[in-house]
Structures are given as structure tokens and as C-alpha cells.
């Protein structure tokens, strides 16, 4: 279906009964109660506009403004914003307080019937990449760009693959075919920071190289710079850590601020996947500046 056909409704009073109530016993009605002023809420919003237009016409997204309807909030006692309310067959079947990512969105949707076969495709082939069987997971992953070339995070999961096994020219060629808005996405970023750093680490002099360097030399700011990138390229993000902060508490104004930007970035970079690991980069960053 086209985005035109997108089920999106601002709810009223009025019209609760007919687009919710009436709607629910055709398709599941996910109803967000909200407030225009609240950032969580707009996020949200955001987020199940775009998944009403991915499964355009497979469920149905209500907006209900807390200030402007507030028999609704009452009726439903509705306490915080932003709150979810699912229904089915005129009736509450589920009720979820808090922002909830994208995800999470699409687990919630998936009980009701709502999901792509190739996500579920993508999630067995990273058990299987996980696993160590690649091989299967890279078949799994083709058989799901055939049967939906629109879903773009099975592309994405594919450079994925390239960039853990070394593959970093067929990586950079398939994520340019991306469109935009695939590579603005959370996990589009995350990809641009390793395609970086893996170029640039192909630049350096290797990793054994460096390693030699700083063993021999500690105060060689420029081989722990670029063996840093070397680890990062390669997945170890702790131990290129280590080089970066050995630079930063010790010569902080590197190269013009250098390493503070690469840390940073790798912190960035890290965010979607690995958001426990970057949250404790980024409080030892705060630590080293204060």
C-alpha cells in the first residue's frame, strides 16, 4: 500500500466512538494519549506515524491531545503521557506508560498480527551470525532482500555482516545504494561511524605495527591515535579507549581537540547498539573534563 493510505486519526470526543471503538473490531487501534508540550510524546508520535505508513492499512494510530480532551483522559484513567492504550473488539487489550522506541513498537505491534516476514527473517540470521554460522546468516539475509527490497534494515543488516568480516568495499558499496532516509536512522549512523573508521584504519601503518610503537615509545600520541582507530575497526572498543584516554589525560589538546572528537564520535557511534557501554564512555569523558 502507498503512504496515502496510512490509518493516522486525531481523536475527539466526539469521534472516539467511530474510530476507535467501531474501528478496533476491523483492526487493532493503537491510541496514544498525549501532550503537544512533552518531548517523550513527540517522539513517540513520531515514531507510530512512521510505522502506520510502513504497514499502511494494517492497523490504525489515534492521537489523543490530553489538554484539548480531557473526558477522554479521565475516562480512560490516563495518569501519565505519554500513555498507550491498544484496543481490539471495542475493548483496552493493552496499556503501555512511557516512551517506547522503535523496537519496541514493533514487538508490540508483532502480538497483534502486525510484523514483516523479513524482520523476522533478519533476527534469525543475526542468531545465526552470532552463532559464527555467517555463511547461513549472509543466505538468510539475500532471501530476505528478494522477497522485500524495500526493508531497508535488512540491507543494513547485511553491511553489517561485510564490516565484521573484513568485507569494508562490498560494506561502503552496499550502504551507498541506501536512501537517506535509511542512513539518517539510529542504526544508519552506526554504520557511518564504522565504515569511517574502518577506512581509516586501513590507512594506518596496522595494528601489529602500532602495537610495536607504543611498547617501544608510550609517549607516541600519533601511533596510539591510529591504533585506536585500528581497535575500534576491529570491535574493541574498551582497549581503544584506553589509547584515547591515555592521549586526552595527557595531552588533551592533541592534533587541535583530535581525540576528544574521536571519542565522541565513537561514543555516538556505539549509542544504538551498545548504549550501556557508550553511557559509561561518555561519564568517564565527563570525568576527564571536570
Known amino acids: 500500500m502507498s503512504q496515502a493510505d496510512a490509518l493516522i486519526f486525531e481523536i475527539s470526543k466526539k469521534s472516539f466512538d467511530t474510530s476507535v471503538l467501531l474501528n478496533s473490531h476491523k483492526l487493532p487501534v493503537v491510541v496514544e494519549f498525549m501532550a503537544v508540550w512533552s518531548e517523550p510524546c513527540i517522539h513517540l508520535e513520531a515514531s507510530l506515524v512512521a510505522l502506520a505508513k510502513e504497514f499502511a492499512g494494517q492497523f490504525i494510530f489515534a492521537k489523543v491531545d490530553m489538554d484539548e480532551q480531557p473526558e477522554l483522559i479521565k475516562e480512560y ?45 533478519r533476527m534469525q540470521a543475526r542468531q545465526q551470525h552470532l552463532a559464527g554460522d555467517t555463511i547461513a546468516a549472509v543466505n538468510l539475509l539475500t532471501q530476505a532482500i528478494q522477497q522485500d527490497p ?53 590507512k594506518t601503518a596496522g595494528k601489529d605495527t602500532l602495537l610495536q610503537r607504543v611498547t617501544v615509545n608510550p609517549a607516541d600520541y600519533d601511533a596510539h591515535f591510529d591504533l585506536a582507530i585500528c581497535l ?32 565522541i564520535n565513537l561514543i555516538n557511534m556505539l549509542m544504538p547498539n551498545e548504549p550501556e557501554m557508550a553511557k559509561a564512555f561518555r561519564r568517564r569523558l565527563g570525568g576527564a573534563l571536570s
Open 77 to 121: 484513567a490516563v495518569k501519565n503521557v505519554p500513555t498507550l492504550k491498544v484496543f481490539r473488539g471495542g475493548e483496552v487489550v493493552r496499556t503501555e506508560e512511557g516512551l517506547l522506541e522503535t523496537d519496541e513498537l514493533r514487538q508490540l505491534l508483532k502480538t497483534f498480527g502486525v510484523f514483516r516476514k523479513s524482520d523476522e527473517m
Open 150 to 202: 524495500s526493508n531497508t534494515r535488512v540491507a543494513m543488516d547485511m553491511v553489517q555482516i561485510m564490516l565484521d568480516i573484513g568485507q569494508l568495499e562490498p560494506a561502503k558499496s552496499l550502504f551507498n545504494r541506501l536512501p537517506d532516509s535509511a542512513k539518517q536512522t539510529d542504526t544508519g549512523r552506526s554504520l557511518i561511524g564504522q565504515l569511517t573508521f574502518q577506512d581509516f584504519a586501513s
Open 232 to 263: 575500534v575497526a576491529e570491535h574493541q572498543y574498551h582497549e581503544a579507549m584506553e589509547h584515547l584516554f591515555n592521549i586526552f589525560n595527557t595531552a588533551p589538546d592533541y592534533k587541535g581537540g583530535a581525540v576528544k572528537e574521536m571519542i
